[in-house]
């Protein structure tokens, strides 16, 4: 109520003082319009007056002229009329005058002949009131001169002027009870009761109340948005608690967001952590004449974000989107997420020349294809290695300047794009504490031994501390190469070597999901997700990709067909969605491999054409983790089919999302996440029959035994989830003898 009473006397006071100057601004105006009007008015009488006189008074007809005044002097507003000679003696005067004929009449005339003005107008005092007393010489060339004065009532014009502020009074009290009942009124409606309702919603999420489907008011602004990341917050809390409770009946022990940090605090002894990478986790891009903020599409920022959204830090990657510089400041950061910051980001920003010899040319047109066996034939250019190699020493020179005041710092460098960054890091601060993970495949020594600088590239990856991998299998592959090409210690026992008395560990780290983010509840149906595009399914199938060659995208579309093809009873009920990133649409490569998919959909389409059915439904575009959600959850059947990948976090995204426990998963065999999700429907995606028959089986599969494998994946899933990746990366860092 204190609120509502300072905010009205706030509105009153300063209604008053403008309603106070507005009034003194009309009221002068108005006085001086008035006073400009009589004197307008007076000397046009005058001159008219002094022209029936002058005759009368020259021949010595006083009667003449005093019959002349006293017709005048019925005018309106006239108070009457006086004639002076030369010499201050009066003639003549108005009968309604004679009263104030004496001191006053005469100091009117005065000024004229002192000053030898024709005509002069003033103000006088007679008692009470005020008068105007405007005097005009007569015959001023003749022998005999004359000064008439008219004397005006200028009362009206006070009363005008008080009539101005009377109105302005009872305008300002109408003003006054107006905006108080308005402020009342819309304080209220639109601030006490959006208020009291955000407050029973705050209340609902203390008592633990269910509040998925109620929002605060957005008519409260900045202060809705913070009280919603304080409820997010308190919700994630409570069940991250209720989660530890229930961990701690059971004996288990699951790695959460908050066990990471304090175990990282622990860990680190409060020094931040610093995270190298090529792809940013959020970039600014411009629509039209609005900066907006998107999550690029890649499985590194998945995997990494939440490990910095719990222990905080720095990351540090290419500024790549077109707003990107717009939103930096002097230094290049910005605290991200742009929603709810928890850390910073570092953009560092590439010339177009750097990022095609080092992103495009030796990193994704030679190592990607050399690590990943895809049968697409790897590129080597001097140019895009000297190119490769400015970059990182590019980054290199970046990370030092944040490492600077940091005692013995943990640097986590991420993939294949900065394989020579550890040893340059080492180089200049032989204290930091330095891990690579390689996100891809290791591929066997015959294979790695085709890029002609793969000394150079070993050589760098050895100045890191520890070197990760998804997969044992990628380890062992990483020494044979190592052994095979450099002269070092190598200690198979512990996995370790030993170049120029530094020591490498090499180890996997299968990497995975955050599995506790809470789950919105879903705005439509199967029917509804399909609407859009004007088709009806009554089996689903999913694939979630980036458009890469090495994803096995047109090998799961030919299973598709042959699965149609061999049980035509799912023809016109079975769908199969593909969502597509694009990927290095500047690759001559991929801009083929794109085409290829798009002919190949077409193809198939047009083989099972039914009207308002679709073999492959492919989306191409950027989607959010939003928009992936429902077609996970309504799909029966996902198929991840790589022909080689690290680990792929699609499938495992695919089983947290499960949350009711049904739909299978197919999965390749050459892929990380086979290792782990062995309750997945495991194929050869080389092989269209048996990808088939999977499919097959999956949607023919009985509730009770997808529940059985997706309820052993899960849990899979759950403890083996990001932080307990992060913790074992970190922890092994930090415990690096120096």
Not at 311 to 331: F, P
Not at 652 to 678: N, Y
Request: net charge neutral; charged share 25%; hydrophobic share 40%.
């Amino acid at each position: 109520m204190k609120v509502t009473l300072r905010l009205i006397l706030s509105l009153i006071l300063v209604t008053t003082v403008v309603a106070l100057g507005s009034s003194v601004w009309q009221a002068r105006q108005e006085e001086t319009r008035l006073k400009i009007e009589l004197e307008k008015r007076v000397d046009f009488v005058a001159d008219g007056l002094g022209d029936l006189l002058l005759p009368s008074l020259v021949s010595g007809q006083i009667d003449v002229s005093k019959r002349i005044i006293e017709k005048f002097s019925n005018r309106e507003k006239l108070l009457g009329i006086s004639i002076y000679d030369s010499t201050r003696h009066l003639i003549v005067a108005s009968q309604n005058i004679e009263s104030i004929i004496g001191d006053v009449s005469r100091s009117a005339v005065e000024p004229v002949l002192s000053d030898e003005n024709k005509s002069y107008g003033r103000l006088i005092d007679l008692g009470k009131d005020k008068a105007h007393a405007y005097s005009v010489i007569l015959n001023p060339e003749g022998p005999n001169t004359y000064v008439l004065t008219l004397f005006h009532q200028t009362q009206y014009i006070h009363d005008r002027v008080k009539r101005i502020w009377i109105n302005a009074f009872w305008r300002l009290s109408l003003q006054i009870l107006v905006i108080s009942l308005t402020t009342l009124l819309i304080f209220y409606l639109n601030v006490m009761s959006p208020i009291r309702r955000t407050a029973e919603w705050v209340k609902k999420i203390r008592l633990g109340e269910d509040t998925d489907h109620e929002k605060p008011e957005p008519l409260l602004g900045p202060l809705a948005k913070e009280v919603s990341h304080m409820a997010k917050s308190l919700q994630m809390a409570r069940r991250s608690a209720e989660e530890e409770a229930r961990l701690r009946h059971a004996s288990e022990s699951v790695w959460t967001a908050e066990r990471l940090k304090e175990f990282v605090r622990i860990k680190l002894d409060k020094r931040p952590l610093f995270v190298v990478s090529h792809r940013e986790p959020y970039m600014h891009v411009k629509k039209g004449s609005a900066v907006e903020w998107i999550v690029p599409a890649s499985g590194l920022v998945t995997a990494i974000e939440p490990v910095l959204k719990a222990c905080g830090g720095t990351w540090i990657a290419q500024g790549a989107g077109n707003a990107d510089k717009d939103t930096v400041d002097q230094n290049d950061k910005i605290r991200v997420p742009p929603d709810d910051p928890q850390y910073t980001l570092k953009r560092i920003w590439l010339s177009r020349g750097e990022e095609e010899g080092y992103y495009y040319g030796f990193s994704n047109e030679g190592l990607w294809p050399l690590c990943h066996i895809a049968h697409t034939r790897p590129t080597f250019r001097a140019t895009d290695w000297f190119a490769y190699r400015e970059v990182n020493k590019k980054f290199a020179e970046s990370v030092l300047k944040e490492l600077e005041g940091t005692s013995e710092p943990c640097v986590l460098i991420q993939d294949y794009h900065f394989a020579l960054l550890p040893a340059l890091i080492k180089a200049a601060r032989p204290d930091a504490r330095v891990a690579l993970f390689w996100h891809i495949p290791w591929p066997n020594p015959e294979s790695f031994g085709i890029c002609p600088w793969h000394k150079e590239v070993l050589k760098g990856m050895l100045g890191a501390d520890i070197i990760g991998f998804h997969t044992q299998f990628h380890c062992n592959n990483f020494i044979q190469t190592v052994d095979r090409f450099l002269e070092s210690r190598i200690d198979y026992e512990h996995f370790t070597v030993t170049r120029e008395a530094h020591t490498t560990s090499i180890k996997p780290f299968p990497i995975s999901i955050a599995d506790d983010a809470p789950k919105k509840p879903l705005q439509t149906d199967r029917a509804g997700l399909l609407k859009p595009y004007g088709i009806h399914a009554q089996y689903l199938g999913i694939g979630v990709d980036r458009l890469d060659y090495t994803k096995g995208i047109i090998e799961r579309f030919r299973a598709v067909e042959y699965f149609l093809e061999t049980n035509p009873i799912y023809q016109g009920k079975f769908t199969f969605i593909e969502l597509g990133a694009p990927s290095r649409t500047l690759i001559p490569k991929y801009q083929e491999f794109m085409n290829e998919i798009e002919k190949e959909v077409e193809r198939i389409n047009e083989k099972f054409k039914v009207k308002n059915w679709q073999a492959i439904l492919f989306l191409k575009k950027h989607h959010s983790h939003e928009e992936i959600a429902p077609f996970y959850r309504f799909s029966d059947v996902c198929l991840v089919t790589s022909l080689h990948d690290g680990m792929n976090l699609v499938a495992k995204e695919f089983v947290h999302a499960r949350e009711d426990e049904k739909g299978v998963l197919v999965l390749s065999e050459f892929t990380g996440a086979a290792r782990e999700l062995k309750d997945a429907l495991i194929v050869n995606p080389y092989d269209a029959i048996q990808t088939s028959e999977a499919i097959r089986a999956a949607l023919e599969m009985s509730d009770q035994e997808q529940t059985k494998r997706m309820k052993r994946m899960r849990a899979g899933v759950k403890s083996r989830n990001i932080y307990k990746w992060a913790a074992d990366l970190v922890g092994d860092l930090a415990e690096v003898s120096r």
